[in-house]
T-cell receptor, first 113, second 113 residues
Framework: GNSVTQMEGPVTLSEEAFLTINCTYT??????LFWYVQYPGEGLQLLLK?????DKGSNKGFEATYRKETTSFHLEKGSVQVSDSAVYFC????????????FGKGITLSVRP | DTEVTQTPKHLVMGMTNKKSLKCEQH?????MYWYKQKAKKPPELMFV???????INESVPSRFSPECPNSSLLNLHLHALQPEDSALYLC????????????FGEGSWLTVV
């Protein structure tokens, strides 16, 4: 079956530090990959996505590249801000009828001033 | 516009009460979802409606009763809930079930007392 593995958290960084959050996946076929972010007290927001190998998703300074050879979709940001403090979920969907969205466990990021 | 609107944002109910959660989207999406999320965990799928028909029920107890009055609206009727049902309930939608990106609402925070 499909699965998503995220690095263990939580992660605490100082403002302006470089961020990498690892995500690897197992899936049959050619899944679409997503990063969702959940700010405190809020719902899930789509942060970025990639639908095929070598695609790069980007938004709000965050980037992730769909690497089929390493089955990875690591999230990066060059300079984090306090406002980036949130829970980040990596997810995949194996595109096709009746496919479910599969989430990783999520990782909490705290950015200190 | 990628907005899914949920009401109410907060709900406190007793174990003998009957209440409903409401969800609306105007993106022309034909798949709508209910998820349940406990603190710091990924969302868990409860129900999927595709073209206004219930497609998936993930073995959810009958005290949760979904309804899809039309292609834009999704309700979750609640009756005789237990304290362990306290959670964030997320509505979501997508162009089709298993197709492309799933967009989430802000959620309804439910507390059962």
């Amino acid at each position: 079956g499909n699965s998503v593995t995220q690095m263990e958290g939580p992660v605490t960084l100082s403002e302006e530090a470089f961020l990498t959050i690892n995500c690897t996946y197992t899936a049959t076929g050619y899944p679409s990959l997503f990063w969702y972010v959940q700010y405190p007290g809020e719902g899930l927001q789509l942060l970025l996505k990639a639908t095929k190998a070598d695609d790069k998703g980007s938004n709000k300074g965050f980037e992730a590249t769909y690497r089929k050879e390493t089955t990875s979709f690591h999230l990066e940001k060059g300079s984090v801000q306090v406002s980036d403090s949130a829970v980040y979920f990596c997810a995949l969907i194996r595109t096709g009828a009746n496919s479910k969205l599969t989430f990783g466990k999520g990782i909490t990021l705290s950015v200190r001033p | 516009d990628t907005e899914v609107t949920q009401t109410p944002k907060h709900l406190v109910m007793g174990m003998t009460n009957k209440k409903s959660l409401k969800c609306e989207q105007h993106m022309g999406h034909r798949a709508m979802y209910w998820y349940k999320q406990k603190a710091k965990k990924p969302p868990e799928l409860m129900f999927v409606y595709s073209y206004e028909k219930l497609s998936i029920n993930e073995s959810v107890p009958s005290r949760f009763s979904p309804e899809c009055p039309n292609s834009s609206l999704l309700n979750l009727h609640l009756h005789a809930l237990q304290p362990e049902d306290s959670a964030l309930y997320l509505c979501a939608s997508s162009r089709g079930y298993g197709l492309d990106t799933i967009y989430f609402g802000e959620g309804s925070w439910l507390t059962v007392v």
